[in-house]
């Protein structure tokens, strides 16, 4: 819920509601701004939920480096067999190819004929039952949401299990060029720093390795380490369930250096007489 002193920040109330869905403080955000420069609302609006983004994939990075993986053909197995169980599950509900509904689903006569004079009804009331708070949402959007999810699913799935067997150890491998969770965090923000300066040149100055490229990549990584809310009800502080992998040193010079950081620009960065 937004409050006085989030208000104070200056922030639109748009990019307040982005960063209240993932949790995120305003003065954190508040703090990439200032490092940046002026933004227009929509500007900000689509930096924030792209800054979003890149935090919540290194949280998940960070959980899967922490984690004791299976092998990789015993990986591949558990993702095919995924796949396969969702589809047949899709079949059940009268969904012949997940991929016919990946654009989107329209309940109606196409589905399993139990699907829509059981399973439609039941889906509410369990929901109802279970989660009385939320029983607003209808049965059709549950079944619905079911549905997607399970089409995406085997998407999801099945492009794993073709690319896992060509991905290095975990952690990142150097030789091959794969970057950590921190390496790829960091180059996140830094293609957005250039992005965003490109598109707005009247933020500030062309991209360069300069005081505000490095304020604006600390910024940002503070972002990240922060990720909480207090909830107006118990005054409590709540963070993502990932936080417990993530580096809290992270923004330290002496953890991510300034040759770091230069080394990453860099190699993102090329002058526009030099690009092809």
């Known amino acids: 819920m937004q409050t006085s002193s989030d208000r104070g920040l200056g922030l639109p109330d748009s990019v307040l509601t982005e960063l209240s869905r993932a949790q995120i403080p305003p003065e954190n955000f508040a703090a990439v701004l200032s490092a940046f420069g002026e933004l227009p609302e929509e500007a900000q ?3 924030a939920i792209r800054l979003i983004k890149a935090v919540e994939i290194y949280g998940l990075r960070k959980v899967v480096q922490k984690q004791k993986l299976p092998r990789t053909h015993e990986q591949r197995k558990q993702l095919e067999d995924m796949s396969t169980t969702a589809r047949r599950l899709l079949k059940l509900l009268g969904v012949e190819r997940a991929e016919t509904i990946a654009s989107g689903v329209r309940i109606g006569s196409n589905l399993h004929p139990t699907t829509t004079s059981e399973v439609l009804i039941g889906l509410y009331k369990v929901g109802a039952q279970r989660r009385p708070e939320k029983s607003a949402i209808g049965a059709e959007e549950r079944l619905a949401t079911l549905l997607m ?7 999801a799935a099945e492009q794993s299990a073709r690319e896992i067997s060509t991905r290095p150890g975990r952690g990142g491998d150097r030789r091959t060029g794969e970057l950590t ?3 790829e965090l960091i180059q996140a923000i830094i293609k957005l720093y250039i992005e965003f300066r490109e598109r707005f040149p ?3 100055s062309h991209p360069a390795f300069d005081k505000h490229l490095r304020k604006f990549v600390r910024s940002g990584l503070e972002l990240a380490v922060n990720f909480s809310h207090s909830d107006d009800s118990d005054k409590k502080k709540y963070e993502p369930w990932y936080m417990s992998a993530v580096d809290r040193d992270l923004p330290k010079p002496t953890r991510i250096t300034d040759a770091a950081i230069r080394g ?3 190699r993102l960065h090329k002058p526009k007489e030099n690009r092809d």
């Open 45 to 47: 609006n689509d930096l």
């Open 264 to 266: 990453a620009f860099q």
């Open 149 to 155: 999810l399970l089409s995406d699913l085997v998407e």
């Open 181 to 183: 969770a921190e390496g």
């Open 202 to 204: 009247s933020s500030g």
